[in-house]
């Protein structure tokens, strides 16, 4: 019984030298079978000038560049010239466009990293698929006629959920457990409050903070977080208040986070005010003081409450990232003190960290070959680690985003508080146990029952400091209004 192909028919447009036609060539004709539905298909391929009409005569377009390097013309060039015609002529096909580099063999190591980042970088700037090919060893060839049956002819969305059966059933069971051991949070505990001082203005604030007892108090906190992420102020103007400076979405993921879990967090004060951050001062001692002193028992069940505080901030989703207001990314896992974003979608976020991450790594491995040829680097020293990305599009949750002993507090009555929400927003599930893992230098007993509320080191962890190296790279000091780029 035969078996009908369906035919697609796609332009290729480039340059002179841009190997469009040995392209065409290699491409006119193709014909397979996609394994996961036995649907076969043709593709008619024809090289076309680039000032000529494309949709809607052709199904799907091929635009190729040369990955030689040429005298005077920068790889980047080269892509940049393409985005700024597809831009102003197609910006409504861009899913049945694909960036094409050619002559792939002959490209040198030090060449290598840069093309080996151009999948992420087009997929962010250009918002168009990008393919690596050479017509001698054939590379790219099946991975381009794939894509493009895949973009007219999509398949069913399948499951992506990686995690196995008995990994989902080891969860549910320690849900169970923990929620046994948790500590207590009393009834209402977000429930608001009469401010207790009237601050009219940031200068009302000012003989508070510059009392003795105020900065007693900063220097101790000084004392307990002498670590390299310790950048903070926070002064204890009263014996029921703590005030530290405003970052502008402190706010609004604060109040959110009150108003929507079942979390022992301090009530934000004056709102009115410009300069200072104002909450409840919680009487006890945080984490990062009272931890050493715990009996392994009471660690367990802080251990147990934290579980049941993730699991419920992950209940909250939403379809963009960043923070509950305008989608800001920034904090322990990016930037502490610029931001990036705002991005529209899942997609775009993971987009903007593979080109970030491939930054960092370019930088690394360019740094690399500059060592081994001045002898800064022993020859047969192993090369940085490329980064590995899933195609995989996470649901983004609630996080809060900077999980520390420091940021944990146990009040004098057994109720354990979580404070400093300025990092939090919405991000993929992976983000709370990065940034969780990223403090290296706690307690060992704190390290040995990590598992349990933050689970493994996610393994974005092993290339993540290309990220935290590089984001400021593509950042701003205030969050942006829209969406960028």
């Not at 990232?321 to 991005?343: C, K, Q, T, W």
């Not at 002993?405 to 929400?421: E, K």
């Not at 092993?462 to 780029?485: G, Q, T």
């Amino acid at each position: 019984m035969s078996t009908s192909v369906q035919s697609i028919r796609v332009a290729i447009c480039g340059a002179s030298g841009s190997g469009k036609t040995k392209l065409s060539e290699q491409l006119d004709g193709y014909t397979f079978t996609r394994p996961r539905d036995n649907k076969s298909f043709r593709l008619t391929v024809q090289e076309i000038e680039s000032e000529s009409i494309i949709f809607p005569d052709y199904e799907f377009a091929l635009f190729t560049f040369s990955l030689q390097n040429d005298p005077g013309l920068e790889i980047d060039q080269k892509w940049r010239a393409i985005k700024a015609s597809i831009w102003e002529r197609y910006p409504l096909y861009f899913s049945k466009m694909c960036l094409v580099g050619t002559k792939l063999d002959l490209v040198t190591l030090r060449e290598h990293a840069c093309v080996r980042s151009l999948r992420a970088t087009i997929a962010f700037w250009v918002k168009v698929k990008y393919i690596s090919t050479s017509s001698i060893t054939k590379a790219g060839l099946d991975e381009v006629a794939t894509f493009i049956a895949d973009q007219l002819y999509p398949l069913p969305v399948a499951d992506t959920c990686s995690r196995g059966l008995f990994e989902r059933l080891g969860d549910k069971i320690l849900d169970v457990v923990a929620s046994i051991f948790a500590l207590p949070v009393p009834k209402n505990i977000n429930q608001d409050t009469p401010d207790p001082l009237e601050l009219v203005d940031d200068d009302a604030v000012e003989p508070l903070w510059t009392s003795p007892e105020a900065k007693a108090f900063n220097q101790h906190l000084s004392q307990l977080n002498t670590g390299a992420f310790f950048t903070s102020s926070a002064y204890r103007i009263s014996p029921t208040l703590l005030a530290k400076s405003r970052k502008p979405v402190e706010w609004a993921n604060t109040t959110f986070a009150r108003s929507h879990l079942n979390i022992p967090i301090p009530q934000s004060r004056y709102h009115h005010l410009n300069f200072w951050f104002i909450q409840d001062f919680v009487q006890g001692k945080t984490l990062k003081e009272c931890w050493s002193s715990l009996s392994f028992f009471m660690q367990f069940r802080v251990a147990c409450t934290l579980r049941g505080y993730i699991s419920q901030m992950r209940r909250l989703t939403r379809a963009f990232p960043g923070s509950v207001e305008g989608g800001a990314i920034m904090g322990f896992n990016f930037d502490l003190d610029m931001y990036n974003g705002p991005y529209g979608s899942s997609l775009r976020f993971q987009q903007w960290l593979e080109e970030v991450a491939y930054y960092g790594w370019r930088c690394h491995f360019q740094n690399y070959l500059s060592g081994i040829e001045d002898g800064r680097i022993e020859r047969g020293e192993p090369s940085p680690n490329e980064p590995v990305f899933t195609d995989i599009i996470e649901d983004l949750v609630f996080t809060h985003g900077d999980i520390s002993p420091s940021n944990l507090v146990l009040s004098n009555d057994g109720v354990l508080w979580m404070i400093d929400w300025c990092d939090s927003g919405y991000y993929p599930t992976w983000a709370e146990p990065l940034a969780i893992h990223r403090y290296t230098k706690e307690a060992q007993s704190w390290n040995h029952l990590r598992w349990l509320f933050a689970g493994p080191r996610p393994a974005q962890y092993h290339f993540w400091n290309y990220i935290a190296d590089y984001s400021r790279n593509y950042s701003s000091p205030e969050p942006r209004a829209e969406e960028w780029p």
